[in-house]
């Protein structure tokens, strides 16, 4: 097993530390967004398929909702492939996914 391969099978609880580490990151890039006057685009984020599915999907909407919470626009990685919130062959959203990706309504 190479160092890439380490990280397999960790699963993100969402736990305060966990929630805390990418939010103190965030407010890092926020603040020098701000003392810089410079917009932040949050390109390419993604948890890839060999992750838990429920896994991802909380991780996916914790960054999505942080991100936004501070004004910075974010783009998913990737449409309908390894990190896919669209199964291209059966023509089917992953809903989990999909979900945690779309901002909540009300």
Not at 62 to 79: N, Q
Request: proline letters at 5%.
């Amino acid at each position: 097993m190479d160092g890439s391969d380490a990280w397999l099978g960790t699963e993100w609880a969402g736990t305060s530390p966990q929630k805390r580490s990418l939010q103190f990151d965030f407010d890092v890039v926020a603040q020098w967004a701000k003392d810089n006057e410079r917009p932040i685009f949050l390109g390419e984020f993604g948890a890839y398929s060999k992750a838990a599915l429920a896994s991802r999907a909380r991780w996916t909407a914790f960054v999505a909702r942080e991100a936004e919470k501070r004004g910075f626009s974010w783009a998913y990685w990737e449409f309908c492939s390894g990190f896919g919130v669209y199964d291209q062959s059966s023509g089917v959203w992953n809903e989990p996914l999909l979900q945690a990706l779309l901002p909540p309504h009300g």
